[in-house]
């Protein structure tokens, strides 16, 4: 689309300037997740992050 009307700044491209791990491993399938070690809880990476958020939608 050649609509540009006023742009001030680039959008920020979020996830970017994530620091370099170490990262938590995803409790269901042990690849590393986005979240740091520290992170409380478990931890999942996007995929089964995703993949639980589908069951929840779809329970019932
Ligand atoms: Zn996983």
Redesign the pocket.
Known sequence: MADDYCSPAPAPSPGAAAAEGPFAE?V??R?PTEYPESTKGAT??P??EWQEAQRGACSG
């Open positions: 995803c269901l399938c690849e999942l990476c995929v089964c």
